[in-house]
C-alpha cells in the first residue's frame, strides 16, 4: 500500500509541474527521465520481474513506432485510434518472438542474442520496404491540435507521457502482488521447481513478453509523437535497447521505482557530462561509462537496493 | 493411485530404467530404495512428468498419464520435492509456500494465508527470511511445504531426510506421518533405513534400473537380493554364515 502511495504522491507531483516550471528545458528534461522511465519499465517486467533478459527490446519499441506512424502518415489515421494498433502490433511482436525462443527453451546469453537478432532483422527490413519510407524514415505532417496529438506546448506532452509510466507503475506493482506475478517469480529463481508446483512455464513467460512489448510499443508510439519521425536505425538499432536496460540495471531489477530511480539518475548524469566537457567530444562519454561501471560494481543491486538497506 | 507398467529409459549408452513395474496404493507411505545410481530419481522424474520413458507406461487414478507436462500433473495431483532442492532464493519462506498455494487460490490474501498453514503443518517458523539464508533442513521442509501447499493427493519425496542429522530426521518422521494421516499418499526415495522402516508400510528396491523386490519393510531387510545388492555378490551368503557360526 505504501508504493500505492508513492505511485500517487508522485503523479500528482508530475502533474502539477507545468503549473509552476515553465522553462522548455526543465519540462523537456522531465519529459525525458519518464521517456526513459517507460523503456526501463517495460524491460523490467520481462528481464527483472522474469529473469529473461532481452537485449532487443527495439523490436517492440520499433513495432509500435512503425505502426502508429505508418498509420498516421499512409493512411491519415488519428494519432489516439493509431495508439492502441500500435501497442496491440508491439505485444504481437513480443508474442511472436517469445513463442518461437521459449518453446525451444532459450534462456541466459542464447535468449539475449535472439532478440537482438529479431531487431536486427527488422532493422534491415525497415530499411527495404517501401512503407516504412526506407533509411529516409518517415515524417509526421504538422497539424497542430490535441485532437491529433500535437500539442502547442511541453505539458501536452508530459501528461502523455505521465500517462504511460503510470500504466507501467500499476503493472510492476501489480507484478508484485498478483499471483501471475507470484508464477513470473517462481519461473525466474527455478523453473523446475516452478513446474513442480503447477506453473505453466511457457505461457508465464509469454505473458511477461507480451506485456512488456506492449509497454515497450507505446514508448515508441511517444517517441513519434513527440519527435514526429522515425527512421529504422532509431527504431529497432541497438541504442534503444541499451536505453531500455541500463536504467533498471542501475535503479534496482525487479523493483517498483528502479526504473524511476535508474531514468533520473542516468539522464542527470548524462545532462552533466555533457555541460562539463562541451568542447571535447567523446570526454562525457568516458564519464558517463565510468559511473555506470562503479553503479554495477558498487551497487548490485541498484540505487533500490541501497535504499532499502538504508531504511532495514 | 499410481501404477508404473514396465517403464524404460535409456540415456545415451546408459540403461537407467529397464522394465520397471511398480503400484502405489492409495493412502498409504511407500518407499523406494536402492544403492547410488539405481535409477529411483529418474524414476520419480518420470512419474512426475519431467522426463517421458523410452517404453512403458505411467497410470494415475487410473488413467494414463505417461508424457503429460509436470504442470499438468501438479494440477492433477501428483506434487514432487527434488533431492537438490531447488528454492525460489531471492523470495521469503512465505512466497515460495504461495507459489504452491496459489495453484488452487488465485487470490494473493489467500495464497499468503495458506502458506502460513501448511508452513505449521510442517514446522517450520520464520515466514519472512530469505529462503537464501535457510539451513538444510530447513530448505528441506520448505520443499515439502511447498508441495504439500499445492494440495496434492499424491506427493513424491525424494530424499527429504538426507543431509540431516539424527536429530532432524526424527523431526521431520512425525510431520510425515501426519501428511499420510490427512490423506496424502506418500511415495518417498529415502536412504534412511531407520525412517523406511518406521514409516513405510511397502518398499520397492530398484538396483541398476531394475526393480529387484518389492514388500512389506520387515520382509525386504531380510531379502538376500537386496542386501547383495547394498553389499556387492555372496554378500548375503557370508552373512548367514556369520550368523550360524555365532550360534553355534
Not at chain 1, 511472436?96 to 518453446?103: C, E, M, Q, T
Not at chain 2, 498409504?28 to 547410488?36: C, E
Not at chain 2, 512425525?174 to 511415495?187: E, K, L, Q, Y
Request: with cysteine; hydrophobic share 55%; proline share 3%.
Amino acid at each position: 500500500m505504501r508504493e500505492l502511495a508513492a505511485i500517487t504522491a508522485l503523479t500528482i507531483v508530475v502533474a502539477l509541474l507545468p503549473a509552476f516550471v515553465t522553462s522548455g528545458f526543465a519540462l523537456n528534461l522531465a519529459i525525458m527521465v519518464l521517456y526513459t522511465t517507460l523503456l526501463g519499465q517495460a524491460w523490467n517486467v520481462l528481464a527483472g520481474f522474469g529473469g529473461q533478459f532481452s537485449f532487443g527490446h527495439a523490436l517492440f519499441f520499433g513495432t509500435g513506432a512503425y505502426a502508429s506512424a505508418a498509420l498516421q502518415v499512409h493512411l491519415g489515421v488519428n494519432a489516439w485510434l493509431a495508439l492502441p494498433v500500435a501497442i496491440a502490433c508491439g505485444a504481437a511482436a513480443g508474442a511472436f518472438v517469445g513463442a518461437l525462443s521459449f518453446r525451444y527453451g532459450l534462456r541466459g546469453s542464447y535468449f539475449a542474442l535472439v532478440t537482438l537478432a529479431f531487431a536486427e532483422v527488422f532493422r534491415i527490413l525497415a530499411n527495404s520496404v517501401a512503407f516504412t519510407g526506407g533509411g529516409v524514415g518517415l515524417l509526421l505532417p504538422l497539424k497542430e491540435s490535441a485532437a491529433n496529438l500535437q500539442f502547442a506546448g511541453k505539458a501536452g506532452f508530459l501528461y502523455l507521457i505521465l500517462a504511460f509510466v503510470l500504466a507501467g507503475f500499476l503493472v510492476s506493482w501489480w507484478l508484485k502482488h498478483s499471483r501471475f506475478g507470484a508464477w513470473l517469480a517462481a519461473v525466474r529463481d527455478s523453473e523446475e521447481s516452478a513446474a513442480a508446483l503447477g506453473v505453466d512455464v511457457f505461457r508465464v513467460k509469454l505473458g511477461a513478453i507480451a506485456l512488456s512489448a506492449a509497454l515497450m510499443s507505446a514508448g515508441g508510439f511517444f517517441y513519434v509523437q513527440y519527435f514526429h519521425y522515425i527512421d529504422p536505425h532509431i527504431a529497432y538499432g541497438p541504442a534503444v535497447s541499451v536505453e531500455a536496460l541500463l536504467g533498471p540495471i542501475a535503479g534496482g531489477l525487479g523493483t517498483v521505482f528502479g526504473p524511476l530511480l535508474g531514468a533520473a539518475m542516468l539522464q542527470l548524469l548524462g545532462e552533466l557530462t555533457r555541460n562539463l566537457a562541451g568542447d571535447a567530444p567523446g570526454v562525457s562519454l568516458v564519464v558517463y561509462g565510468v559511473v555506470l561501471i562503479g553503479m554495477v560494481t558498487f551497487l548490485p543491486r541498484g540505487i533500490a537496493g541501497l535504499i532499502a538497506r538504508r531504511g532495514a | 493411485m499410481l501404477e508404473v507398467r514396465g517403464v524404460s529409459i535409456r540415456f545415451g549408452g546408459v540403461q537407467a530404467l529397464d522394465g520397471v513395474s511398480l503400484a502405489v496404493a492409495a493412502g498409504g507411505i511407500t518407499a523406494l530404495i536402492g544403492p547410488n545410481g539405481a535409477g529411483k530419481s529418474t524414476l520419480f522424474s518420470v512419474v512426475s512428468g519431467f522426463l517421458a520413458p523410452n517404453a512403458g507406461t505411467v497410470h494415475f487414478l487410473g488413467e494414463d498419464v505417461t508424457g503429460v507436462a509436470p504442470h499438468r500433473l501438479c494440477r492433477m495431483g501428483i506434487a514432487r520435492t527434488f533431492q537438490i532442492v531447488q528454492p525460489f532464493a531471492a523470495q521469503t519462506v512465505r512466497e515460495n509456500i504461495a507459489v504452491g498455494a496459489h495453484l488452487a487460490r488465485p487470490s494473493r490474501r489467500e495464497a499468503l494465508a495458506h502458506a502460513e498453514r501448511v508452513a505449521e503443518r510442517v514446522g517450520l517458523a520464520q515466514l519472512d527470511k530469505l529462503a537464501a539464508n535457510l539451513t538444510v533442513a530447513a530448505r528441506k521442509r520448505l520443499e515439502l511445504a511447498r508441495a504439500l501447499a499445492t494440495g496434492p493427493k499424491l506427493l513424491l519425496l525424494d530424499e527429504v531426510l538426507a543431509g540431516l542429522n539424527p536429530n532432524e530426521v526424527a523431526a521431520v518422521l512425525p510431520v510425515v506421518r501426519a501428511i499420510r494421516d490427512s490423506g496424502v499418499t506418500v511415495f518417498m526415495i529415502e536412504h534412511v533405513m531407520q525412517a523406511v522402516m518406521n514409516l513405510a508400510d511397502t518398499v520397492f528396491v530398484l538396483n541398476e534400473g531394475r526393480l529387484i523386490a518389492g514388500g512389506p519393510p520387515a520382509q525386504i531387510a531380510s531379502d538376500a537380493r537386496v542386501i547383495e545388492a547394498y553389499l556387492g555378490h555372496g554378500a548375503a551368503e557370508r552373512l548367514r554364515r556369520a550368523a550360524e557360526a555365532a550360534h553355534a
